[in-house]
């Protein structure tokens, strides 16, 4: 496997020269900017239109951020925000990956190479106090000592069904490490940053259909042995079409915001959730493919401003090839994974206008 990504990332260089970039790579830097940053390009070169960015230019060179985004893609969501830190002379991120990722021995070599660190998953209660206590002592370690800054997801696993909201309980385990500060004073020692991530077309959007239509019934959802795998081989490999990455304002006046709204830890938690979600919102760029499956759920053409005839008929096979057009709960959840930034956009709009 690791062979295969090689050739992959570096398909112009034989084997002897392969081995002499491999050689030459005494750091996980180095590693990643030598090989990952070729295969990320590459990807990125296969499968999709092209990667823009927003916000980047107000960071600072060499300042460790806590980076908190929406979470579409297993592997290629922090791989393409390490790419664009890369170019734009930013510190590169430490991020966490659920362990149930990486059972495969490939998939943990190349999570270690890449700075990734494990989250624990289905521990008892007890188990899991313990590893969130340490895995928040050693986030705050490396904003604090090492320097480095962090990304996280703004929940537990992807979103799926296209509305991105925050887990209280992420923000809870983050705040941990806190001691006797408020939480609110603890995040204001670092710089917090809002990402939004967004796809014009998600490669894994069918993957993702079994689990919401379990949800939609209220079943329980169990994941084959391979899910996960399949998901991150299609989410590299899969037509993307563009794709944009957005960095929202850094975490400043919301502090004192909250604060004097709230003096209750959990309620302060809560009030940066919602922060974070409004940023969130605010900066995911709408593609064609978003306004389309608003108006075809609405049965409107509100946003046929935003998109041609082309796009539309190209979305319209993408849903008659991927789904079952007969089954109404499925069209339904597929076109809400599309249309749902537009919803969370225009209720932010009308709430600021309020």
């Known amino acids: 496997m690791i062979k295969a990504l090689l050739g992959f990332a570096l398909p112009e260089k034989s084997s002897d020269e392969i081995l002499q970039i491999l050689d030459s790579c005494h750091s996980i830097r180095d590693f990643q900017t030598k090989i990952i940053y070729p295969a990320v390009m590459r990807i990125l070169d296969k499968s999709s239109e092209g990667l823009t960015s927003s916000g980047f230019e107000k960071l600072t060179p060499g300042q460790p951020y806590l ?97 991105d909201q925050s887990q209280q309980g992420v923000l809870k385990m983050l705040a941990l490490a806190k001691g006797e500060k408020s939480p609110v004073d603890y995040f204001k020692g670092f710089k917090l940053v809002p990402v939004a991530i967004s796809y014009e077309y998600d490669p894994t959007d069918r993957l993702k259909m079994p689990e919401l239509l379990a949800k939609h019934f209220d079943e329980p959802y169990i994941k084959t042995n391979n899910e996960d795998f399949n998901s991150i081989l299609q989410g590299a490999l899969g037509n993307k079409k563009r794709i944009h990455i957005a960095a929202g304002e850094v975490f400043d006046q919301e502090w ?42 609405h049965r409107t053409n509100r946003f046929s401003a935003h998109y041609d005839e082309k796009e539309k008929r190209q979305f319209e ?38």
């Open 67 to 163: 980076f908190i985004s929406n979470h579409r893609d297993i592997v290629l969501d922090t791989s393409l925000l390490n790419a664009i830190l890369y170019e734009k002379n930013l510190l590169m991120t430490a991020s966490a990956i659920g362990d149930n990722l990486v059972h495969k021995p490939f998939l943990m070599a190349l999570s270690r190479l890449n700075r990734n660190f494990l989250v624990q998953r289905k521990l008892t209660p007890k188990e899991m106090l313990e590893s969130s206590k340490m895995l928040s002592e050693y986030i705050k370690q490396l904003l604090t000592q090492d320097k480095r800054s962090v990304w996280i997801a703004q929940r537990e696993g992807r979103t799926k069904d296209g509305n």
């Open 256 to 297: 004192d915001a909250i604060a004097a709204q709230e003096s209750l830890p959990n309620k302060q938690l809560a009030l940066t959730a919602d922060f974070i979600d409004q940023s969130i919102h605010r900066y995911y760029h709408l593609w064609p493919s978003n306004y389309i499956a608003y108006d075809i759920y």
């Open 317 to 354: 096979r993408r849903l008659e090839k991927r789904i079952d057009m007969q089954n109404e709960v499925m069209l339904n959840s597929f076109l809400l994974m599309y249309a749902n930034p537009v919803i969370n956009k225009l209720a932010l709009e009308k709430a600021n206008a309020q």
